[in-house]
């Protein structure tokens, strides 16, 4: 069973996180379901950039992003080359660490 590991983000997990999950759940189900907050403001269908997450290993267990994903991704603030949207990053059969962004470009998000 792959681990999620959480960096610490001071709003979200502040201790960061090790979460145990079953391959073929996205990394944003994933942390919604063990209790890390992360923003979807689109509700997950790919139409946002709230909750990109920048996966510092594991990356390339991913499959590839697909071009809408792309075109979101263009819009994040802090986009690195291991950026991925969490609603569509799926997770395979290996262990991914995944840094959760400070900022996000939401600017009707409640918590701000």
């Given amino acids: 069973m792959p681990q999620i590991i959480f960096l610490p983000n001071e709003?979200?997990?502040?201790?960061?996180?090790?979460?145990?999950?079953?391959?073929g759940i996205t990394v944003c189900d994933a942390a919604l379901a063990n209790g890390i907050?992360?923003?979807?403001?689109?509700?997950?269908?790919?139409a946002c950039t709230t909750c990109h997450v920048i996966v510092r290993e594991?990356?390339?267990s991913l499959e590839?992003?697909?071009?809408?994903?792309?075109?979101m991704l263009d819009k994040a603030w802090g986009l690195e080359p291991e950026s991925r949207l969490s609603c569509q990053a799926v997770v395979a059969d290996t262990d991914l660490v995944v840094e959760i962004p400070k900022y996000t470009i939401n600017q009707v998000s409640e918590r701000h």
């Fill in 11 to 23: 709003e979200l997990c502040p201790e960061g996180k090790v979460i145990e999950v079953d391959a």
């Fill in 37 to 46: 907050d992360i923003e979807h403001a689109c509700e997950k269908s790919c």
């Fill in 58 to 60: 594991g990356f390339d």
């Fill in 64 to 71: 590839p992003s697909d071009e809408l994903e792309d075109d």
